[in-house]
Nanobody
Framework: QVQLVESGGGLVQAGGSLRLSCAAS????????MAWFRQAPGKERTFVTA????????LYADSVKGRFAISRDNAKNTVYLQMNSLKPEDTAVYYC????????????????WGQGTQVTVSS
């Protein structure tokens, strides 16, 4: 069983940056692929980015390519999401998720989820 705790959300102006963190505990968290999803108000949760257990395979949604970067530090059991050039449409609750080994864009393939952290981008 893997427990995930997100942090780093907040309020930022458009064009600014934030770095989210997701700390994992339990199980062998370094063997897990990690992902970020987000849910904007009144909308479904959508894929943002994912990284495989080794860091060798990274996926991004088209909407964040070139602006967001995912990374992981297995020694700290932590995954990071660096968000640059933020836009008001990036406003959402950001969720960290984990699945064994391989990264995926599909929400249903992730059995472990954090509680989410709010990111608000003002115009």
């Amino acid at each position: 069983q893997v427990q995930l705790v997100e942090s780093g959300g907040g309020l930022v102006q458009a064009g600014g940056s934030l770095r989210l963190s997701c700390a994992a505990s339990g199980g062998t968290s370094s063997s897990y692929a990690m992902a970020w999803f987000r849910q904007a108000p009144g909308k479904e949760r959508t894929f943002v980015t994912a990284i495989s257990w080794s860091g060798g395979n990274i996926l991004y949604a088209d909407s964040v390519k070139g602006r967001f970067a995912i990374s992981r530090d297995n020694a700290k059991n932590t995954v990071y999401l660096q968000m640059n050039s933020l836009k008001p449409e990036d406003t959402a609750v950001y969720y960290c998720a984990a699945r064994y080994m391989l990264s995926s864009k599909f929400e249903y393939e992730y059995p472990y989820w954090g509680q989410g952290t709010q990111v608000t981008v003002s115009s």
